[in-house]
């Protein structure tokens, strides 16, 4: 590749295509060269990142991410792994074009077809006071903080920090789940169930000496709250 480090952005997060060659530490300050090219565009931002075109221990991943928050203004939320919640944006986009599909079946006097809940994008982080409700699936791209509050009467899934409340499976569908990056709401229920308070984190900075912290997923099973972390070893 003819450019060491290329950043993609995405509805999600960022992406850092880097190059598999060069030598880590050139790569680093390669790295901070052009977050500090596009400061313009990234100051004060929160975001996920990934990483493509080269292997990266943990270490190394740390390292990075380590570096960009201690040498700019950018907050990097956690780190994005072929997860769940990726594959949970890729399913809302499915869900809406069959949904889509259905419509124009339905328009054209075809026989319905099984229906499908469609997914929504909320683009933007809410506000302390603010609510969002969707009959449909609903991915925040952002963040909910505290005194904000998401209602669905399917899945919620929040691409950043959720700190306020949720309430999913409002229809008293039983599989629906809440997922997020960082996982610390102040309320959440699932299909009328209501969850235990959130352990609260430490916050501080990626680093070879801590783990990352890990994206969450909470789902209703026997009348309680489960939640797991979503991060595939």
Known sequence: M???????????????????????????????GKFHESERFFANS????????????EEEKCRIVDTIMTDTTVKILCILENDEIRDAVI????????EQRARERQAAGEPAAPRRMAG??????????????????????????KGARVVSKS???????LLGS????????????????????????????????????KNSLFSSRN????????EAGEGVIHIRPLYRA
Do not use: W
């Open 46 to 57: 929160s975001f996920a990142i990934s990483f493509e075109g080269r292997e990266l221990s």
């Open 2 to 32: 003819k450019q060491p480090v290329i950043i993609k952005s995405s509805k999600y997060g960022i992406t850092l295509i880097l190059n598999p060659a060069l030598p880590f530490d050139s790569l680093m300050d390669e790295i901070i």
């Open 166 to 201: 949720a309430f999913a499976g409002m229809d008293g569908t039983p599989d629906s789940f809440i997922a997020a990056l960082a996982f610390q709401p102040e309320h959440y229920n699932i299909a009328g169930i209501y969850g235990s308070p959130a352990k609260k984190e």
């Open 211 to 218: 783990k990352t912290p890990l994206a969450k997923i909470a």
């Open 155 to 161: 899945s919620i899934v929040v691409l950043g920090s």
């Open 91 to 98: 399913t809302q986009k499915q869900k809406a074009a069959e």
């Open 120 to 145: 929504a994008f909320y683009c933007g982080s809410l506000k302390p006071g603010e609510q969002v409700e969707t009959d449909e699936s609903i991915v925040i791209v952002g963040d909910v903080p």
